[in-house]
């Protein structure tokens, strides 16, 4: 199944994005060689401390594809936007996971 190449707007990382049960952040925005492609990936973390019970965290990535082109332009604010090729896939996905579970400490992998 094909997918369209989609716009991905890079994010300020570092920023903590409060949520019901406590916060996440995107720590990094990583591009790694998958083959005779270049895969996009953000890494971040969250955790739960605001929840009525417990406590606790994750790391995690987010796959926003294969990058078609890298920060091809700009938005009116002076935000880069990247062209990527979401992976739908469910075979590569797997094999995505593995390889970004064998390099980075982390505990899911989702995709875009």
């Known amino acids: 199944m094909t997918q369209d190449v989609k716009s991905y707007f890079h994010r300020e990382l570092g920023e903590t994005v409060m949520a019901i049960g406590g916060h996440y952040r995107f720590t990094d925005e990583v591009r790694m060689l998958f083959g005779d492609r270049e895969l996009l990936y953000l890494k971040g973390y969250a955790v739960f401390d605001t929840t009525c019970c417990g406590a606790g965290g994750c790391g995690y990535a987010v ?3 294969f990058i078609q082109e890298w920060k091809a332009e700009t938005d009116s604010k002076g935000v880069f ?3 990527v090729r979401p992976v739908t896939d469910p075979g ?3 094999e995505i996971s593995r390889m970004i579970r ?3 400490t982390i505990q ?3 995709f875009a």
């Open 102 to 104: 064998k390099q980075e």
């Open 63 to 65: 796959v926003q594809g």
């Open 81 to 83: 936007i990247s062209r």
């Open 108 to 110: 899911q992998v989702q």
């Open 92 to 94: 590569l996905q797997q």
